[in-house]
């Protein structure tokens, strides 16, 4: 008896995934989680589980279009050949029209999916994510921000260019997750800093270039794992006055320049700078990386101010959640994507509701299984209502029949996604997936067509910011390697001769992904120490080429 027990729960946590049929292995942390939380063992792996979470997601592309309410225009990022009807999202939050509307009796003779998604794609969806905002037409996922221009994920941003993931950030261009900042350019990973260029993961900085790993520094230039220190070239101390005579030597305004001072500052990344494993801060008894102020947290990327997380990346406020993904102000959400302030949610996507399942843009609800797009609701399945005991029966009928089709536990299927997956967040985090593999699980793929598209080609820019005229705010510019077409806004040029950056040759979008690539590595390698030579685990990609990387305690000794 006891060897048929063991052998049970080995096969409970030990599983092949269905989607890349690799073996995983569920931790006894995890399985306590997932039996507090109420939710079926998960058929896929983690990375598996986040990649299909994050389809849900739209990075997208940037287009003009319609209502199908009003015939008002309004700028979106979601695909152009949609599944359902997109409104403004004025009007989408309005009483001009009733969700319920669109209520369906349940099908016996069709898998619990299929009607889901036939309900899905019926129900308006919203232009745009993010609320209490100022003149920010052209963003996305944006709340509580004014005067941004192309950019998104952000919250409390003003005067914000061509960005992705900030908070509280004002007066800056090409910038990614970085947090109280401001008149910074090209930035990753950098927080409470002021005129900050060219750099990455620092801290309370002000007026740097080409910076990386750097705190409470202000006036260097080219410079890495510094504390406290000003007046500083290539790690070498200098007087005040020799440091802004040098600094004057490199022309900064000049593209060809700058290029080359990224690369000679790429080498300096690689072979000089000591990298810490992670870059964990105020954590306890946790595991992953960008963690911050966060206890027992375990498999998580890129999360603050949680605790009792298991498999949880981009998030804050979380308690009690597991593979719970781009959710804030949550607790005890299992296997749900993008859900903001849900309480005890399951299998649920871009929802804020509460003791409910299968769930798609679903606002406070409670008690609610498979609907989508109801506000303040209570006892409705496929966005039909009932009473509590009618609910409760036929919920347990359609969990019964999931059960027999191994539908319930699964999270909503690719062919319920927001739209391609080369253009939803999951390809940033996964850029090697492959059109077919994503074809099979049922997900869509959208080829870019190479279409002639007139325009100045970005070659043909002056080299030396100073050398640029006005009138180029009123020329069209393609980008080299996607031949999208992209201008240069009247008060990003302003931005630009103010602070002698040169003009961009790719499209931002481009220019984003770029700097993203160092910011979403969900999976550590194994290293060696640079100083004590022990075995460690750290996130950076062995292609990157890091020949110094520390242990925590090392680099705790030799550079804090």
């Not at 984003?512 to 685990?537: A, H, W």
Request: net charge negative; charged share 25%.
């Amino acid at each position: 008896m006891f060897l048929n027990i063991m052998s049970q729960n080995l096969q409970q946590k030990n599983r092949q995934c269905e989607h890349c049929n690799k073996s995983f292995e569920i931790s006894d942390g995890e399985f306590s989680l997932y039996q507090k939380v109420n939710i079926e063992l998960p058929t896929i792996c983690n990375f598996c589980r986040i990649k299909l979470h994050l389809s849900f997601w739209m990075f997208g592309k940037f287009r003009k279009g319609k209502s199908d309410l009003s015939g008002n225009s309004l700028i979106t990022v979601l695909p152009e050949k949609n599944r359902y009807p997109i409104y403004t999202s004025s009007e989408w939050y309005s009483d001009k029209w009733e969700a319920m509307d669109y209520g369906q009796d349940y099908d016996e003779d069709k898998t619990f999916f299929e009607q889901l998604q036939e309900l899905q794609e019926k129900v308006p969806h919203p232009h745009q994510t993010g609320v209490k905002n100022t003149n920010c037409d052209w963003c996305d996922d944006v709340w509580n921000s004014k005067n941004c221009y192309l950019a998104r994920s952000m919250v409390d941003c003003e005067d914000l260019f061509y960005s992705y993931r900030n908070i509280l950030v004002k007066n800056s261009i090409d910038v990614d997750v970085c947090f109280t900042s401001e008149k910074c350019y090209d930035c990753g990973e950098c927080h409470h800093s002021y005129k900050l260029f060219y750099s990455k993961h620092s801290r309370d900085c002000i007026d740097f270039y080409f910076l990386y790993d750097c705190r409470n520094c202000q006036n260097c230039f080219m410079c890495w794992n510094l504390r406290g220190k000003s007046y500083c070239i290539e790690n070498i101390q200098y007087e005040r006055e020799e440091y802004l005579e040098k600094l004057k030597s490199f022309n900064l305004g000049s593209y060809e320049s700058i290029q080359n001072y990224k690369k000679y500052f790429e080498e300096i990344v690689q072979k000089e700078v000591v990298h810490r494993p992670n870059f964990n801060l105020k954590i306890y008894n946790s595991k992953g990386d960008y963690l911050l102020d966060c206890k027992n947290c375990y498999d998580c990327n890129t999360i603050s101010n949680s605790e009792d997380c298991y498999n949880c990346i981009r998030g804050a406020w979380k308690k009690s959640d597991i593979d719970a993904n781009g959710s804030w102000n949550s607790e005890l959400l299992g296997n749900c994507s993008s859900c903001f302030g849900g309480y005890a949610q399951k299998y649920s996507a871009w929802s804020t509701s509460r003791y409910s399942e299968y769930l798609d843009l679903c606002i406070e609800c409670e008690y609610c299984f498979g609907c989508v797009g109801l506000k303040k609701k209570k006892y409705c399945i496929l966005n039909k209502q009932y009473e509590k005991e009618e609910y409760e029966k036929l919920k347990e009928k359609i969990i019964l029949n999931m059960r027999k089709n191994k539908e319930y536990g699964k999270f909503l299927p690719y062919s319920m996604s927001a739209g391609p997956f080369n253009f939803s967040t999951s390809y940033l985090y996964f850029p090697e997936t492959k059109k077919e593999d994503i074809l099979k699980l049922g997900g869509y793929w959208e080829d870019n067509i190479q279409s002639i598209i007139e325009g100045m080609p970005t070659s043909l820019l002056p080299d030396d910011i100073k050398d640029v005229s006005d009138s180029i705010t009123t020329q069209a510019l393609i980008c080299p390697e996607t031949g999208w077409r992209f201008n240069i806004a009247q008060n990003e040029l302003s931005f630009y001769k103010e602070n002698n950056i040169p003009l961009p040759r790719l499209h931002f979008d481009v220019r984003i992904k770029e700097n993203l690539k160092f910011l979403t590595v969900l999976e550590s390698y194994p290293y060696y120490c640079c100083y004590c030579e022990k075995e460690i685990q750290a996130f950076y990609k062995p292609e990157w080429n890091y020949k110094k990387i520390a242990c925590e305690e090392c680099y705790k000794q030799n550079i804090n």
